[in-house]
T-cell receptor, first 113, second 113 residues
Framework: KNQVEQSPQSLIILEGKNCTLQ??????????LRWYKQDTGRGPVSLTIMTFSENTKSNGRYTATLDADTKQSSLHITASQLSDSASYICVVSREAAGNKLTFGGGTRVLVKP | DAGITQSPRHKVTETGTPVTLRCHQT?????MYWYRQDPGHGLRLIHYSYGVKDTDKGEVSDGYSVSRSKTEDFLLTLESATSSQTSVYFC????????????FGQGTRLTVV
C-alpha cells in the first residue's frame, strides 16, 4: 500500500532553535517528494520538491534531504522563528496517473518565544 | 495563492441535501484535484481531473461526483450530504511534469448537520 508516515506528530521548540522532521514512505513507483507548510486555516504551500536523483534542497531556513534507497526524507528548520509555527506535510508523488499525491499526516510545529 | 479560488469558503447544510463546491483557477493548469482534510487522516484525494471532461476517482470518492466542463473550473458535488462528509475541502491544481508544483486553494469548511 502506498503510504507516507511522518514523525513526530507534534513538537514544541524555542525560538531560535533548530529542529528536524522525519518522513518515511512506501509509495511506488516514486516520482518526487515534496514538503509543504500549512498554516492554520490555509491551504498547503510548497517548500521544496525533490526528484529521485536529488539528495538535498534548501529554501531559506528550510533544508530537505532525501534518501531514495531507504525511502526516507527529513526537513530541517534552522534558527526557528515564531512564523514557523505550522503543520509540515510530506507528500510523495507517484509516476504517471497525473502524478497523484500521497500525503503524510503532518507534523505540527509550535515555536515558542 | 496562485490564482485558485474556492467557493463557498464556509457552508452549513442539512443531511440529505445536495451540495456543490466550486474551484476556479486562472493558471491554465491541466490537472485539478479535490482533497478532504480531517484530523488524524491528513489530506485524502477524492477525485481528480487530467483535462476537460477527463476525471478519475481518488481514494475516498464514494458519495462524491465531479465535473470539469472548462479548464478553469472543477466542481465537486455531494449528491446527498451526510454527517461523515463534514470536513475541510481543498482544491489543488498542477501542470504536467514530475517537478510541477501543486497549488492549493484556501479551503472550504463544510458542516453537515
Amino acid at each position: 500500500k502506498n503510504q507516507v508516515e511522518q514523525s513526530p506528530q507534534s513538537l514544541i521548540i524555542l525560538e531560535g532553535k533548530n529542529c528536524t522532521l522525519q518522513c518515511n514512505y512506501t509509495v511506488s513507483p516514486f516520482s518526487n517528494l515534496r514538503w509543504y507548510k500549512q498554516d492554520t486555516g490555509r491551504g498547503p504551500v510548497s517548500l521544496t520538491i525533490m526528484t529521485f536523483s536529488e539528495n538535498t534542497k534548501s529554501n531559506g531556513r528550510y533544508t530537505a534531504t532525501l534518501d531514495a534507497d531507504t525511502k526516507q526524507s527529513s526537513l530541517h528548520i534552522t534558527a526557528s522563528q515564531l512564523s514557523d509555527s505550522a503543520s509540515y506535510i510530506c507528500v510523495v508523488s507517484r509516476e504517471a496517473a497525473g502524478n497523484k499525491l500521497t500525503f503524510g499526516g503532518g507534523t505540527r510545529v509550535l515555536v515558542k518565544p | 495563492d496562485a490564482g485558485i479560488t474556492q467557493s463557498p469558503r464556509h457552508k452549513v447544510t442539512e443531511t440529505g441535501t445536495p451540495v456543490t463546491l466550486r474551484c476556479h483557477q486562472t493558471e491554465n493548469h491541466r490537472y485539478m484535484y479535490w482533497y478532504r482534510q480531517d484530523p488524524g487522516h491528513g489530506l485524502r484525494l477524492i477525485h481528480y481531473s487530467y483535462g476537460v471532461k477527463d476525471t478519475d476517482k481518488g481514494e475516498v470518492s464514494d458519495g462524491y461526483s465531479v465535473s470539469r466542463s472548462k479548464t478553469e473550473d472543477f466542481l465537486l458535488t455531494l449528491e446527498s450530504a451526510t454527517s461523515s462528509q463534514t470536513s475541510v475541502y481543498f482544491c489543488a491544481t498542477g501542470g504536467q511534469g514530475e517537478n510541477t508544483e501543486a497549488f492549493f486553494g484556501q479551503g472550504t469548511r463544510l458542516t453537515v448537520v
